[in-house]
């Protein structure tokens, strides 16, 4: 493990979560010597690139999560003069990218061999967490936001059978005690901030890439919260980079909803750090986030590889939810809907070329939030069950 800042290296037994030295935020360091060839005829799941893994593949904990759809959207792509593709983390075992990570990280927490897990989590991380530690046998500990969590997600948690907190605060506090408990070594922390999780999740830069027969793509965008996965996918597409498998790399894009947006409101104003925001507030729970402990990392994915960050109102979260849904076929949360609201917003604006290749990531299930997706129609209409009432009513005169 390494410093992102001061570059202090340590072991990768050591139970830290940032530098001792300096504070800031640790990156494993993984360079496996291997062709592309080894992949091919593997199953279709995150492991399939297991040497590109940092843990003992004897211990591996997995539910086969990655592998996910990599779907063309032609009928949007025509729309926007692009060609789209979407990938559908949503079809995740718990339904979100979240697992991936938690794959990884709970591997690792057999590895070490503690007994206790615990997380902060707007709600997909505590859902994917209590399911992987059920697996691993773990004791699983999840602080959630009151009223703040949707509610599939929340029945996740409790069904897996973690024990689930309400605090009284948001997400931001809720990870910092956590965090406090977890440094008196009380529990073994698996937020995002722990580097081992976004191992796992670089597995879907690796995934897009391989999807498009090992080429990059000329943009990846997707929703940024605690700013885990943008880094994390720009991890994987880089160390394939310099593994040699592609050529080039993909602009990361970014897109935070206007309530909660301290790292677009960094890149809009080329900043290297961000201003955290005190009350952050939007419709899209799994993003409501204001002080993202990757911020100081997916800073640097979006500058280096030349890509960009955009808002997103609450309003246009939904259209772009229901857009999807209703010419694609594909049913995501709010939260994922941002990548394809903010791409929209950004050919409308001209920043995406007409004629680019992107990929948006949406990151988790529809279903996760099924008030969200009930009040944003009209209810179903009653009616007799007779033949005449129905046909007055699917074919009115
Ligand atoms: C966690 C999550 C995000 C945000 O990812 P970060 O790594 O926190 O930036 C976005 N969408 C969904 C559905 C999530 O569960
Ligand atoms: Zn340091």
Request: charged share 20%; net charge negative; with cysteine.
């Amino acid at each position: 493990m390494k410093c992102i800042t001061c570059g202090e290296q340590y072991g990768l037994d050591e139970i830290i979560y940032t530098c001792i030295k300096c504070g800031s935020t640790l990156e494993i360091v993984c360079r496996p010597d291997v062709s592309k060839d080894i992949f091919n005829c593997r199953k279709s799941t995150m492991w399939k690139y297991k040497e590109f893994m940092p843990v003992d593949e004897s211990k591996i904990v997995s539910l086969e999560e990655g592998g996910t759809p990599f779907c063309k959207c032609q009928n949007l792509g025509d729309k926007l003069g692009i060609e789209l593709y979407v990938k559908v983390e949503g079809s995740n075992p718990t339904g979100s990218f979240k697992d991936r990570g938690m794959s990884v990280g709970i591997t690792k927490a057999v590895e070490l061999g503690v007994n206790t897990v615990g997380c902060a989590s707007t709600g997909n991380t505590s859902a994917s967490l209590a399911a992987y530690a059920a697996r691993a046998g773990k004791r699983c500990i999840v602080l959630l936001p009151s009223g703040k969590v949707a509610l599939g997600k929340l029945a996740q948690a409790m069904f897996h059978g973690a024990e689930v907190l309400s605090v009284n605060g948001n997400f931001d506090e809720a990870l910092e005690t956590i965090t406090a408990l977890a440094l008196e070594g009380q529990l073994y922390l698996l937020n995002s901030v722990n580097p081992f999780r976004l191992e796992g999740q670089k597995s879907i830069g690796f995934e897009v890439v391989d999807d498009l027969g090992w080429k990059s793509p000329d943009r990846i965008i997707l929703p940024v919260g605690n700013a885990g996965n943008i880094s994390a996918i720009w991890k994987g597409v880089k160390e394939f980079h310099e593994a040699g498998f592609i050529e080039d790399l993909p602009m990361m894009t970014g897109i935070q909803a206007v309530g909660a947006a301290p790292i677009a409101n960094a890149v809009r104003n080329g900043k290297n750090s961000i201003e955290i925001v005190t009350n952050p507030e939007t419709i899209a729970t799994a993003i409501r986030i204001g002080a993202p402990v990757s911020a100081q990392k997916a800073l640097r994915a979006i500058y280096e590889s030349n890509g960009m960050a955009e808002t997103v109102t609450d309003d246009e979260i939904l259209d772009a939810q229901k857009l999807l849904a209703r010419t694609e076929g594909i049913g995501v949360e709010p939260a994922s809907a941002a990548s394809i609201a903010g791409l929209i917003k950004l050919v409308e604006n001209g920043e995406v070329d007409k004629g680019e290749q992107v990929v948006c990531i949406v990151t988790g299930h529809l279903l996760k939030d099924p008030n969200t997706a009930i009040n944003a129609c009209v209810e179903p209409v009653e009616i007799e069950a007779s033949v005449e009432a129905l046909s007055k009513i699917i074919n009115p005169r």
